[in-house]
C-alpha cells in the first residue's frame, strides 16, 4: 500500500467521526494506487476537498495540524 494525502482548502471545513479537518491539516489514505485513493476521498468528502500529494510531493510544513485522519482505500 502506497499514501496518499489530502489536503482542504481555506473555505474547506468538515468534521468527520470527531475530528475537524480543515486547511491546516491532512488525511492520509493509504491505497494501491492514486485512484483508489483519490475514490476513497470522494466517497468521505465529495468534491469538497483541496488537493492530492503522493508521499514523495507532499510539503507538511503547509499543515500544521498534521496528518489528523488516516484510512485505507
Given amino acids: ?3 496518499f494525502f489530502f489536503t482542504f482548502g481555506q473555505n474547506h471545513a468538515h468534521r468527520y467521526n470527531g475530528v475537524t479537518l480543515d486547511c491546516d ?3 492520509q ?3 494501491e494506487d492514486e485512484g483508489k485513493a483519490r475514490d476513497k ?3 468521505m468528502f465529495g468534491m ?3 488537493f492530492s500529494y503522493s ?3 507532499i510539503q507538511m510544513h503547509y499543515y500544521p495540524r498534521g496528518v ?4 485505507d482505500a
Fill in 68 to 71: 489528523v485522519l488516516e484510512v
Fill in 25 to 27: 491539516s491532512v488525511v
Fill in 29 to 31: 489514505i493509504n491505497a
Fill in 48 to 50: 469538497v476537498w483541496g
Fill in 1 to 3: 500500500m502506497k499514501k
Fill in 55 to 57: 508521499e514523495e510531493r
Fill in 41 to 43: 476521498m470522494v466517497d
